[in-house]
Structure formats: structure tokens, C-alpha cells
Nanobody, 126 residues
Framework: HMQLVESGGGSAEAGGALRLACAATGDTYNNFCMGWFRQSPGKEREMMAAIVIKTRASFYADSAKGRFTASYDGDKTTLYLQMNTLVPEDTAMYYC????WGYGGNCRSAASVNNWGQGTQVTVAS
């Protein structure tokens, strides 16, 4: 079993930046991919960025491309999300997620992960 703990959320002005971190502990050897998702009230949880651990191949939602960058530090088993040029529409709860090798998911949708963090709030003021 894997545990995921997010940090780094908070408030920012439009045009500003925040960096989120997600520390993975437990059965990290079995980790196939990790991703960042977000959810705002009344909306579905959406993938913003995902990384395949072995290859470091990354995938982004269209709204994240050019503004958000995901990275993974294997030594620290920590996933990061650098968010630049923030806009008020980025306001949401951000969740870290992961999929085990045996689960068969690709971290590119909420249904494709089987480990979730508790979430960290990001609020962007206009």
C-alpha cells in the first residue's frame, strides 16, 4: 500500500506561481505512474499532469500545457507540480494520485489511479 501526502497549496495572485509537492511512502517500488488532479465545487475531478515513473514520460491537460510542469524525484519519491501564470480558474482542491503496476492504470483519468492523497487547496485571486 502507498501513502501520498501533498503540500505547497495556498493562495496566489493571478499571474503568480505555486509549487505543489507529493511525498509517496510505503510500497513505492510498485509505483507505475503518478499524477496531479484537481476538483472544484460542482465539477468532476480532472487530470492536470501525469508522469510514468520509469520513463518520466509526462502528459498534461490542455489547460495546463505551457503553464504547469510536473516532475518526479526518484530519490525522494516525491512528485512536484510547478504552476506558473496562475488564473482564478485554477482555484480548486489539488490531489496527488498514483497507480500501482498491478492496477493497470495510466494516471490520466480519475478511474485510472488507485491511490489518492488528501488534497491541498489552491486559491487564485483575480
Amino acid at each position: 500500500h502507498m501513502q501520498l501526502v501533498e503540500s505547497g497549496g495556498g493562495s496566489a495572485e493571478a499571474g503568480g506561481a505555486l509549487r505543489l509537492a507529493c511525498a509517496a511512502t510505503g510500497d513505492t517500488y510498485n509505483n507505475f505512474c503518478m499524477g496531479w488532479f484537481r476538483q472544484s465545487p460542482g465539477k468532476e475531478r480532472e487530470m492536470m499532469a501525469a508522469i510514468v515513473i520509469k520513463t518520466r514520460a509526462s502528459f498534461y491537460a490542455d489547460s495546463a500545457k505551457g503553464r504547469f510542469t510536473a516532475s518526479y524525484d526518484g530519490d525522494k519519491t516525491t512528485l512536484y507540480l510547478q504552476m506558473n501564470t496562475l488564473v482564478p480558474e485554477d482555484t480548486a482542491m489539488y490531489y496527488c494520485a498514483a497507480a500501482d503496476w498491478g492496477y493497470g492504470g495510466n494516471c490520466r483519468s480519475a478511474a485510472s489511479v488507485n491511490n489518492w492523497g488528501q488534497g491541498t487547496q489552491v486559491t487564485v485571486a483575480s
